[in-house]
Nanobody, 125 residues
């Protein structure tokens, strides 16, 4: 059973930064694309960023472009989301997900096979 465990969430002031981490218990982690999504109260889960198997290709939602950076360390089975210049509208539960059997990322929730439990990010003064 594949397990994904996120960490790094918390409370931060507007303009601040956080780095989320997601450790994946998947032997072939380096073969699969990964994604970050988020869900605010009363809203649907939405795409944030995705990275291909090697880390050579990334895609971002327009709302986070130039502020967030997705990266991965295949030696550590870990994907990261560096979030800078955070805004109140970034407040949400953040989820990482693996797209097993696919090397390229996707912006669609339904394309991901396994999900973490989520980590809360709250941006407030």
């Amino acid at each position: 059973q594949v397990q994904l465990v996120e960490s790094g969430g918390g409370l931060v002031q507007p303009g601040g930064s956080l780095r989320l981490s997601c450790v994946v218990s998947e032997r072939t982690f380096s073969s699969y694309a990964m994604g970050w999504f988020r869900q605010a109260p009363g809203k649907e889960r939405e795409f944030v960023a995705t990275i291909n198997y090697s880390g050579g290709s990334t895609i971002y939602a327009d709302s986070v472009k130039d502020r967030f950076t997705i990266s991965r360390d295949n030696a550590k089975n870990t994907v990261y989301l560096q979030m800078n210049n955070l805004r109140s509208e970034d407040t949400a539960i953040y989820y990482c997900a693996v797209r097993r059997y696919y090397t390229q990322g996707s912006i669609k929730v339904r394309d991901y096979t396994n999900w973490g439990q989520g980590t809360q990010v709250t941006v407030s003064s």
